[in-house]
């Protein structure tokens, strides 16, 4: 089967029970990806797919033919940081770093949700202008936990970004 | 997890057929996966409909809209005709799940998404849900998060859903089509089962039926409102929900639609207390009578006994935030 993954097209075969996450660490090699949890709870296997934020934990590889997949390695390389990488740096956006990439995806991904003016649950309007306060960053991240507990700073490199972006 | 064939559908009938016998459908595969992980489920065949076209929002000619099975929890949620005319429906999918899952998850399979408990999940524990005849762990055991109506001694397990709940109070249609052809629309609140003698049976649809859309009538008069209760801000299942839709005219409630979550094995709807409400003030008392009808036979397992206060309390405070009446 064939799979594009950061630009780069790969012929893999793989028994069809392999979760999309084991097959870019185990198959492709591509490690960013973390495993936390394998159950959709935890968001450190966060990546796109069509440009849309998943838990690569609970999706089958074999779903995936000819889908465009983006890792955290695809966003940027220690010599060309994306700006959301570079604002963890800034911010010291982590300790441990295990959640780091699945944070740094989805967040990516999140700005361009909210972009395209999707509310969320804490939106006080579902059709009104919405900035993304501290509290919509953080509601719109729930889904990337992080056991070392970065979240004010986590929320300040996004909130650093989403200021850039606006 | 156990091994299975794979097979990708085409279109819908090629799915029914795919599915003839023994196969599953998957779509966004974020409720089967995670119980296939666990061997709780073992689909011998996986169908996979993730790329049917069944992805689109349509209008109907009677001013409601036609949801495909496919379209993604995320995109339902933002779509701008169920953003203006069907809030309760936005804010209970935006209240569920996080973002990552609401952009796999499918309208389809949300629905159909087991009804469960953390006993369903732990495999060296009695359930009659995943092993019937076992027992129930959850009944004498930790059962805080557990039904408070329609429960029976066989199971006390609540439908997870955010997005069901709200459909339920909107009345949708469930559209299907099965292998031989043959369509139906089966109404929300037909579409599931109470847990009886059989808890692993959960819905009435067939073997190898397929959900091809849900049908939402004309948006129904007065205002919305989603209200969730859970143990923490965001990310977690509901401990008690209430999707409300009530209308006030002059000083009178002229319609009231009420389901809930949390509460039972499916999204809980009785028409009871909404009668109880129609023509009447809004006020605490009739609040106090409406919420009093709707707990009427409700009944604690012990850990989850505090639901029976939260539940009047958060339908009570919901139906003064949308129709008024506070002292
Ligand atoms: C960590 C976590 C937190 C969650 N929190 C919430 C929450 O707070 N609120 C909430 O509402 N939900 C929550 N969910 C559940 C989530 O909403 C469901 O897993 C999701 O909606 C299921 O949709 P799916 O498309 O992924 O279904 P799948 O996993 O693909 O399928 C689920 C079931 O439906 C069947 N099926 C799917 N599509 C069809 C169809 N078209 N026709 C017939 N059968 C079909 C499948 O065979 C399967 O039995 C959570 C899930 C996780 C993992
Ligand atoms: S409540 Fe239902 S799902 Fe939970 S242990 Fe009992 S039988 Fe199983
Ligand atoms: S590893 Fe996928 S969400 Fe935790
Ligand atoms: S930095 Fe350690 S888990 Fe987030």
Not at chain 2, 37 to 60: G, Q
Not at chain 2, 286 to 294: G, H, V, Y
Request: with cysteine; net charge negative; hydrophobic share 40%.
């Amino acid at each position: 089967m064939r799979l594009t993954v950061n630009g780069q097209s790969h012929d893999v075969e793989f028994d069809v029970r392999t979760s999309l996450l084991d097959l870019l660490r185990e198959t492709i090699g591509l490690t960013g990806t973390k495993k936390g949890c394998d159950h959709g709870q935890c968001g450190a296997c966060t990546i796109l797919v069509n440009g849309r934020r998943i838990n690569s934990c609970l999706t089958l590889a074999a779903m995936h033919e000819g889908d465009e997949i983006t890792t955290i390695e695809g966003l940027g390389s220690p010599d060309g940081l994306s700006p959301m990488q570079e604002a963890f740096f800034e911010h010291d956006g982590y300790q441990c770093g295990f959640c780091t990439p699945g944070q740094i995806v989805s967040a990516t991904a999140m700005l361009e949700e909210a972009g395209k003016g999707w509310p969320s649950h804490v939106s006080a309007s579902l059709e009104g202008e919405m900035r993304l306060t501290p509290e919509e960053i953080s509601e719109r991240m729930s889904g990337n936990l992080c056991r070392c507990s970065a979240y004010p700073n986590i929320n300040d490199a996004i909130a650093e970004v989403a200021g850039g972006k606006s | 997890m156990r091994e299975f064939q794979f097979a990708r559908a085409a279109d819908p009938a090629g799915a029914c057929s795919a599915a003839a016998g023994a196969g599953r459908f998957i779509a966004g595969g974020t409720n089967l996966l995670d119980l296939m992980k666990l061997e709780i489920e073992r689909p011998e065949k996986l169908v996979d409909i993730s790329r049917l076209p069944l992805d689109e929002v349509e209008e109907t000619p009677e001013g409601g809209l036609r949801i495909g099975a496919l379209v993604p929890n995320a995109d339902l949620a933002a779509h701008a005709a169920v953003r203006m005319r069907y809030p309760v429906l936005s804010r209970a999918l935006l209240a569920g799940a996080s973002g990552q899952l609401r952009n796999k998850a499918s309208t389809g399979g949300n629905l159909l998404q087991r009804t469960r408990c953390y006993y369903f999940y732990d495999t060296a524990m009695p359930c009659n849900k995943r092993d019937p005849g076992s027992g129930c762990g959850a009944i004498g055991g930790f059962n805080r998060i557990h039904a408070i109506l329609g429960a029976s001694d066989k199971c006390i397990a609540t439908h997870p859903s955010d997005m069901a709940v709200a459909m339920r109070a909107l009345d949708a249609q469930v559209e299907t089509l099965k292998g031989d052809g043959s369509t139906r629309s089966i109404a929300i609140s037909e579409l599931y089962r109470l847990p009886g003698d059989t808890p692993e049976i959960e819905n009435v649809l067939e073997q190898g039926e397929l959900i091809t859309h849900v049908v939402l009538p004309p948006p129904p008069p007065g205002r919305h409102a989603y209200r969730k209760v859970r143990d923490r801000a965001s990310y977690a299942f509901a401990l008690v929900s209430v999707a409300a839709i009530v209308a006030v005219e002059d000083g009178r409630i002229t319609s009231a639609r009420l389901a809930f979550g949390g509460l039972a094995h499916m999204p809980w709807r009785d028409p009871a207390v909404e009668d109880l409400l129609v023509g009447q003030a809004p006020g605490e008392e009739a609040f106090r009578r409406a919420a009093d009808k709707l707990l009427e036979n409700a009944r604690g397992y012990g850990g989850n006994d505090f639901k029976i206060p939260l539940a009047r309390r958060t339908l009570m405070a919901t139906l003064h935030d949308i129709a008024g009446g506070r002292a």
